[in-house]
């Protein structure tokens, strides 16, 4: 489903993707884990065409998406939260849920479906994006997702700041996403969160992946954890 | 004297009204592409030398030039975008700036050239001459013709901007342009759009300027000016902002006259200065874009 084969990316003159690799089958929930700073969303960034990897190569769905720009890559069905949500804020919660453009051969998900996970939506459908909570922007940053049927979701951090109960929604969402066939790639920071619905790990540390394994392995590894992860 | 006042006051919404089309591209061009388009009030001057071209020229009817000039100007603003300006957005503004400013001497100096230096005449349309009873004064039909026009266009783009798909997608670039591409949306064709709307808005108002002020070569030049402060007054990237900023200028600018004539322009300044001071984003801008 998606191919990384030795990236490397820079901001300006800094070197922080110094060569990672990894790979994702279809249907998997993967997770990208690593301290702050280890180059986790500059990954996402990378994969999703905002930066340019030099050199490297990204395949998708087996075609090479190097070097195109993100609506292209979007539209080939990659799905992208980002960290900060990025809501619209001007827009309604309709406008955003209707924004996205369903591409990538799959169809979006129906208001429907969408209200009957997220039913914190329903309610706010005609509020401003900046009227919404932190966790309700965090809903709609998914649930707009959703909607464009992306067949590869890119969450960056979605637990991040989030109250018990609404990682818990999440969690049964990245269950209901994995149901549908979904592949996602996960950056996050709250490991029982990861364990909880991963598959596979990729730990990030120095520029470059350092450690790769399953979910069960990971679990008892308290080793990795110290080393890589400081906890 | 009373009389006089309420004719004033019309004359500043009138006025008003044309740093109001001006203002609402020039705006949504920085507050969207992050350009500050120096060559807007060459596009202005255009649109009133299309006008006489339309009107005086090819002796066309003045509704034609009002229907067709803002679509060749919006063309023609849509091509500078799409051959020109698209290849700085990444870079340092200052490009951007050498760029515009580059571009209005360019047009302005072609007109020169096509049409020589000097004015040129142009006579109000005859169906729009005369004065109208209002009740209370008698006023210029063809004023009251800017100020409805402008009405017109500024309700159509704001019911455009919220009542539209296209319209949201247009104010969601404008907030977060790398996120509105991330969904799948050519963002590069939106900034295409904007600016090709902009410069039919400026086009416009060329047309609607081209019977009451001189059309000369250098008519955007100093329009440009008090446009600039319209916006920072408004707000970057704000229509209410312009709409507002724009006829409060326009009314700064005529009432001003009748107190102490020298002092009307300055006062647009210091409004300024004050916005600037207590309100730095303007009447109804965004913080994003002091941060
Ligand atoms: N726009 C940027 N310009 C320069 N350096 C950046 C930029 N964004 C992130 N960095 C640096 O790149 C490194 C990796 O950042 P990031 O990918 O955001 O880490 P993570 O998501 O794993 O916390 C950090 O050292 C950060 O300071
Ligand atoms: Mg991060």
Redesign the pocket.
């Known amino acids: 489903m998606l191919e990384i084969k030795d990236i490397h990316t820079y901001?300006?003159e800094?070197y922080?993707l110094q060569g990672v690799s990894l790979e994702l089958q279809k249907g998997e929930l993967v997770t990208l884990l690593?301290?702050?700073?280890?180059?986790?969303?500059?990954?996402?960034?990378t994969i999703m065409g905002f930066l340019i990897p030099r050199p490297g190569a990204i395949h998708f769905k087996g075609r090479e998406i190097t070097g195109l720009r993100p609506h292209q890559i979007a539209r080939m069905g990659m799905g992208f939260v980002p960290?900060d949500r990025r809501i619209f804020s001007s827009l309604t919660v309709l406008e955003n849920l209707n924004l996205p453009v369903v591409g990538g051969g799959s169809d979006g998900w129906s208001l429907d479906k969408i209200f009957e996970h997220f039913s914190i939506l329903e309610e706010r459908i005609r509020h401003k994006g900046s009227e919404l909570s932190g966790g309700e922007q965090q809903m709609l940053a998914i649930a707009r997702i959703l909607r464009s049927g992306a067949e590869l979701l890119l969450l960056?951090?979605p637990t991040e700041g989030l109250a018990p109960f609404l990682i818990r929604t999440i969690e049964g969402i990245m269950k209901e996403i994995k149901k549908s066939g979904m592949t996602v790639l996960l950056?996050e920071q709250n490991i029982h969160f990861a364990t909880e619905v991963a598959d596979r790990h990729y730990i990030?540390y120095g520029g470059k992946i350092a450690y790769h394994e399953t979910n069960q392995e990971f679990k008892g590894n308290e080793e990795v954890k110290r080393k890589f992860l400081g906890i | 004297m009373s009389q006089y006042l309420i004719t004033q006051f019309l004359n500043g919404l009138v006025l008003g009204s044309l740093y109001v089309l001006l203002s609402i591209g020039l705006s949504a061009i920085f507050g969207m592409l992050g350009i500050i388009n120096f060559a807007h009030g060459a596009l202005y001057m255009l649109g009133a030398y299309a006008a006489y071209t339309v009107v005086g020229v090819l002796s066309g009817n003045f509704l034609i030039a009002i229907l067709v000039v803002p679509l060749a100007i919006g063309l023609i603003g849509a091509l500078l975008e799409t051959t020109l300006l698209r290849r700085l957005y990444r870079v340092v503004p200052l490009y951007n700036l050498l760029l515009t400013f580059g571009l209005m001497l360019a047009i302005q100096d072609a007109v020169r050239i096509g049409y020589g230096p000097e004015g040129e005449p142009f006579n109000i349309p005859s169906a729009l001459l005369g004065a109208v009873n209002l009740g209370f004064t008698y006023y210029p039909k063809y004023r009251l013709f800017i100020f409805a026009i402008t009405v017109l266009a500024s309700i159509g783009l704001i019911l455009f901007l919220e009542k539209t798909k296209l319209g949201s997608i247009i104010r969601a670039g404008t907030e977060d342009s790398d996120m509105v591409d991330a969904l799948g949306i050519d963002i590069g064709k939106i900034f295409t759009l904007v600016f090709g709307i902009g410069a039919a808005l400026a086009g416009l108002a060329g047309v609607l300027a081209a019977p009451v002020q001189n059309v000369a070569p250098a008519m955007g030049m100093s329009f440009l000016v008090d446009t600039f402060v319209v916006v920072v007054i408004g707000g970057m990237g704000s229509i209410i902002g312009s709409i507002i900023a724009g006829l409060i200028i326009g009314e700064t600018l005529t009432i001003g006259v009748l107190i102490w004539p020298p002092m009307a322009t300055t006062l647009i300044y210091v409004f300024m200065a004050i916005i600037l001071l207590i309100r730095p984003r303007g009447l109804f801008g965004r913080e994003k874009f002091h941060e």
């Open positions: 901001y300006g800094s922080i690593g301290r702050n700073g280890a180059g986790k969303t500059t990954t996402i960034k960290e960056d951090e950056v990030l």
